[in-house]
């Protein structure tokens, strides 16, 4: 009898998630707040003006949703300076990782990624069953000269997230600038760019020129970090017509739900929202640094909404005690970092309970 089954489904890596408040409250019957640091979701909550978007067009459920999003993509084009037609959106950034691995790689090919980035990519890779080749990291960062020395002529792919998830840290732009200008012409470069918002803009990679000039790069951008879109599922990428075109046939129909489209677009008009955000993580980042410190942890500084914290022993049990306190964290051994775990920058309460509850148990 023939197998139904592909081989390769077996050996895929699920994504494990953050554990969801109301599981953690069912599994432990805790009472009281309940502080969900494991996901860098925006703890100030979603873009008001996104909300009220969304609830003016509720009595239009009954409509299917522009499968082309026109109205966002030509939004985000004037808000990038970047036409609309090297704009794709998708059901987050996951989705669009995943339609790459569809439309460019054969099994015959590589993909090469660093050690403990964004599993996604590790994933497709799994699903189109096609050799993975990871880089370990140097000093918590991508090693761009090993990257480089692994490509060879199977190499479709190199996988970059920039800054990394769920590390923290990110590249500089000479850095970046240098890695591009000695990759082969015929290999694509994917840069997950899901937490640019919160990185140096004075030294962070300029990927959009890269994508107006035409070169084979592939970048990745989303609403649920500093937009507060996570539920919506919503995020885009910037390419060259031709590979967007690639992954517009792979893409299944109506992915980008209607309220998606429209809450993106109007958050990309509140301000306020971007800018306490903005000053919300950058004072909980420096709170956490300064509790660590005085705890004499180490942690990776970071570039991101969230910091990664090293335990020095096994962090998984780090994160079901701070479970039992009500605060849930992230370990990263799933990325083959067994010693460290991530807690995403929250409000000023947030902060100050995740510090008080590692204390206690640290």
Same mark, same amino acid.
Request: with cysteine; aromatic share 8%; glycine share 6%.
């Given at each position: 009898m023939k197998k139904l089954i592909?081989?390769?489904? &077996?050996?895929?890596?699920?994504?494990?998630?953050?554990?969801?408040?109301?599981?953690?409250?069912?599994?432990l019957g805790l009472v009281g707040e309940i502080c969900k640091l494991a996901s860098n979701e925006n703890p100030l909550?979603?873009?008001? !003006?996104?909300?009220?978007?969304?609830? +003016?067009?509720?009595?239009?459920?009954?409509?299917?949703?522009?499968?082309?999003?026109?109205?966002?993509?030509? =939004?985000?084009g004037k808000y990038l300076g970047l036409p609309s037609k090297n704009i794709l959106v998708g059901n987050g950034t996951t989705e669009l990782i995943y339609l790459t691995g569809i439309a460019f790689l054969n099994p015959e090919d590589n993909l090469i990624m660093s050690e403990s980035a964004f599993i996604m990519a590790k994933i497709t890779a799994q699903i189109v069953n096609c050799r993975l080749i990871e880089v370990p990291l140097k000093d918590y960062c991508h090693d761009l000269d090993r990257i480089l020395e692994a490509v060879d002529d199977d190499t =479709?792919?190199?996988?970059?997230?920039?800054?990394?998830?769920? @590390? $923290? /840290?990110?590249?500089n732009r000479l850095q970046f600038s240098s890695f591009m200008e000695k990759i082969p012409e015929d290999v694509l470069v994917i %840069?997950?760019?899901?937490?640019?918002?919160?990185?140096?803009?004075?030294? %962070?990679?300029? /990927?959009?020129?890269?994508?107006?000039? $035409?070169?084979?790069?592939?970048?990745?951008? +989303? &609403?649920?970090?500093?937009y507060g879109l996570a539920g *919506?599922?919503? $995020?885009?990428?910037? #390419?060259k017509e031709s590979f967007l075109e690639a992954l517009w046939k792979v893409s299944p129909p109506f992915s980008v739900n209607k &309220?998606?489209?429209?809450?993106?677009? #109007?958050?990309?008009?509140?301000?306020?929202?971007?800018? =306490?955000?903005?000053? !919300?993580?950058?004072?909980?980042?420096? *709170?956490?640094?300064?509790?660590?410190?005085? !705890?004499?942890v180490d942690y990776i500084p970071s570039e991101t909404n969230f910091? +990664? @914290?090293?335990?020095?022993?096994?962090?998984?049990? @780090?994160?079901?005690? !701070?479970? =039992?306190? $009500?605060? @849930?964290?992230r370990h990263l051994a799933m990325y083959g970092r067994p010693n460290l775990f991530r807690v995403t920058i929250g409000t000023p309460g947030q902060n100050q309970k995740f510090i008080e509850a590692f204390q206690n148990i640290y």
């Open positions: 592909k081989d390769c489904v &077996f050996k895929v890596e699920q994504y494990e998630p953050g554990k969801p408040i109301e599981v953690l409250r069912r599994e909550g979603p873009s008001p !003006m996104a909300l009220e978007a969304v609830r +003016t067009s509720l009595d239009e459920s009954n409509l299917y949703p522009d499968n082309s999003c026109y109205l966002l993509r030509e =939004k985000l =479709k792919i190199v996988y970059l997230d920039v800054p990394m998830n769920p @590390i $923290g /840290t990110s590249l %840069c997950d760019e899901a937490y640019y918002e919160y990185a140096d803009k004075e030294s %962070c990679p300029q /990927t959009i020129k890269l994508v107006e000039e $035409g070169r084979n790069i592939l970048v990745l951008r +989303t &609403f649920s970090k500093l *919506f599922r919503v $995020g885009y990428c910037l #390419a &309220f998606a489209q429209i809450g993106a677009a #109007a958050a990309l008009d509140d301000e306020e929202h971007v800018k =306490k955000t903005l000053e !919300m993580n950058e004072s909980g980042k420096n *709170f956490l640094y300064q509790g660590l410190q005085k !705890m004499s910091v +990664t @914290i090293d335990a020095k022993t096994d962090a998984r049990r @780090i994160c079901e005690d !701070m479970q =039992k306190r $009500g605060v @849930i964290v």
